[in-house]
């Protein structure tokens, strides 16, 4: 039998193709920034971390509808509180401090 083996993946720029992006639900509401991407396997996922204002939660890759400039939207809803534009450039700066001070240190997120 396999372990499970778990990454996450980080984006060097922020907003990058996934990473700090806001995510829109199906329902239309912006409910956080996608904070990394994390792989398992086995059997292989992928997931995107959702960070929301309070709570971070994981999402399957699968339910991206659609990947714009700024915004992600996915297909389903997604159990985090709305969150304000201001929130999107606090969440947004505080991403970019931990990544910023985990490469610094040289520690495996």
């Known amino acids: 039998m396999l372990k499970e083996i778990e990454l996450t993946l980080f984006e060097p720029i922020i907003p990058g193709e996934l990473l ?5 639900d199906s329902e239309a509401r912006r409910v956080g920034i996608i904070r990394g991407i994390k792989i398992k396997y086995p ?19 699968e339910y991206i509808e659609q990947v714009g400039k700024t915004v992600v939207k996915v297909k389903k809803r997604i159990d985090l509180d709305e969150i ?3 929130d999107v450039i606090v969440l947004t700066n505080e991403l970019r401090k931990e990544i910023i001070t985990e490469l610094r240190m040289g520690h495996d997120f």
């Open 43 to 61: 059997p292989l996922k992928a997931m995107l971390i959702i960070r929301g204002k309070e709570l971070e939660v994981d999402v399957p890759i």
């Open 20 to 24: 700090g992006k806001e995510v829109i």
């Open 84 to 86: 304000t534009a201001e």
